[in-house]
């Protein structure tokens, strides 16, 4: 299961992007070969050193990333006969040391920075993280977020406070979702029962390709969303984004600048 996840891992192209200087956007992540080794065409370039955490005999159901600026991509290990967790970090040598991971009494795995990063120099983090049960996950920082496979779990809460972009992949019953984030939220899969999502901040939120069974929507902030569901939507708007819905209307209210704006359903994909 490790060697599987870890291998995949570096064969996945994610998207560019900059905020400021630093690479915001999770990088195309080169074969493992040469990520951890400097090129010979490139005497000046500095070594990127890839370090494994085991964390097998720990136990964890939330997971924070705190500060940054790192990407981070999650691989949900589902193997039940299988018990492998671990953190792997790929990164400068010197920069390994300001990254603290921790297993806290809450049963969270907590991942931050110690020390401010300068992010001038475009510092690129990417951070592994396989797990065998997450029901919580908690964002603060400029770090980007991304899975390689499906979230499955009972019920997952997200509260994300970040500047960076998060795309999930989810299989539950039940999703909870505050987000105060800036960047863009993509959110992908299937909600069983119901889905309840918040949006405070300013980044757009795009669920169209997340099929729930019912859903709630609670719009104060500036960017748009787009939600669909099966049975029932409940839309409250006091912020000045536009909510895109597709399904079954129950209830709408309207009290800010922004407008609810009935879209045709489009055809369910899972944007594997």
């Keep these: 299961m490790m060697f599987f996840c870890i291998n995949f891992f570096f064969f996945l192209h994610l998207t560019y992007g900059q905020q400021n ?3 915001f956007f999770m990088p195309d992540i080169p074969a493992s070969s040469s ?31 705190l500060g940054g600026p790192f990407n981070v991509k999650l691989c949900h290990n589902t193997n039940p006969t ?13 920069l390994h040391q300001l990254i603290s991971i921790n297993i806290e009494q809450n049963a969270a795995l907590t991942i931050r920075v110690t ?28 770090i980007n977020v991304q899975c390689d496979n499906r979230i499955e779990t009972n019920r997952l809460l997200v509260n994300h406070r970040g500047t960076g972009s998060m795309k999930l992949k989810l299989n539950v019953n039940a999703l909870e979702a505050d987000l105060y984030s800036i960047g863009h939220v993509k959110l992908c899969g299937q909600v069983y029962g119901e889905a309840i999502i918040k949006s405070l901040g300013v ?11 019912t859903i ?53 994909y899972d944007d594997e």
């Design 35 to 65: 990520l951890v080794s400097t090129s010979a065409s490139s005497v000046a370039a500095i070594p990127i050193v890839q370090k494994t955490h085991s964390l097998t005999t720990s136990t964890f159901t939330k997971i924070n990333l």
């Design 115 to 142: 020390e401010n990063i300068n992010t001038s120099n475009k510092t690129n983090i990417t951070i592994f993280i396989i797990f065998k049960q997450l029901n919580e996950l908690y964002i603060d920082g400029m």
């Design 82 to 94: 299988d018990n492998y967790k671990s953190v792997d970090i790929v990164a400068e040598e010197s």
């Design 216 to 268: 709630q929507v609670i719009s104060s902030g500036i960017g748009n969303l787009y939600v669909m569901a099966i049975d029932e939507i409940n839309i409250t708007l006091s912020g000045i984004g536009t909510v895109y819905y597709a399904g079954p209307i129950k209830r709408q209210v309207k009290t800010g600048l922004g407008n609810i704006i009935a879209v045709p359903p489009v055809s369910f």
């Design 21 to 23: 200087g630093y690479n």
């Design 203 to 213: 980044g757009d939120v795009d669920g169209r390709n997340l099929l729930t069974k």
